[in-house]
Antibody, heavy 116, light 112 residues
């Protein structure tokens, strides 16, 4: 059974940093693109970033370019999102998702709150 | 960016009755590989989204056959043939033909 478990969320002040992690099991992690999607409180879904199977290609939504970095460790079956220079508008639940185009499996999400 | 527009934004349906949600994209979602990159997701309260339909009309594993997707180019529809209580939630269409993948605003389905 495919499982994706996010961690690392929390409360951070504007301008601060957080590193989200996603531990994967139940499928061959290195075979898939991986994606981060976020959802602000009471709002819709927003794609954040995706990374190729071997990490050689990465893409970001404009609003996080230069501040967020997606990465992966295939040996550890883990996906990461390094978030720097956080803004109030980055407050959301962040989901780890399998796939680069078809988002077939989602984690439960980890909440990030950016507030002073 | 390819913008996705869903209608209606909410609907209330009697159990056993059909429901339909429209999704329109600002550009064609047909890619040069012959696939149309249109997806439907359902997000139930307190849960992550779940994939219902991929590439316009293909039901994902375990999705009941009362759910069906249709359309082409820029106009797409999700239909539920007979709504059940467990279908309550917010339905999103999404395009992933181009970066950034964008979701529609969501359609909230409630039971009468």
């Amino acid at each position: 059974e495919e499982q994706l478990v996010e961690s690392g969320g929390g409360l951070v002040q504007p301008g601060g940093s957080l590193r989200l992690s996603c531990a994967v099991s139940g499928f061959t992690f290195s075979f898939y693109w991986m994606t981060w999607v976020r959802q602000a409180p009471g709002k819709g879904l927003e794609w954040v970033a995706k990374i190729k199977e071997d990490g050689s290609e990465k893409y970001y939504v404009d609003s996080v370019k230069g501040r967020f970095t997606i990465s992966r460790d295939n040996a550890k079956n883990s996906l990461y999102l390094q978030m720097n220079s956080l803004r109030v508008e980055d407050t959301a639940v962040y989901y780890c998702v399998r796939g680069g185009w078809r988002f077939a499996y989602w984690g439960q999400g980890t909440p990030v709150t950016v507030s002073s | 960016d390819i913008v996705m527009t869903q209608t209606p934004l909410s609907l209330s349906v009697t159990p056993g009755q059909p429901a339909s949600i429209s999704c329109k994209s600002s550009q064609s979602l047909l890619y040069s590989d012959g696939k149309t990159y249109l997806y439907w997701y359902l997000q139930k309260a307190g849960q992550p989204p779940q994939l219902l339909i991929y590439e316009v009309s293909n039901r994902f594993s375990g999705v009941p056959d009362r759910f069906s997707g249709s359309g082409s180019g820029t106009d797409f529809t999700l239909k539920i043939s007979r709504v059940e209580a467990e279908d309550v939630g917010v339905y999103y269409c999404m395009q992933s033909k181009e970066i950034p993948p964008l979701f529609g605003q969501g359609t909230r389905l409630e039971i009468k």
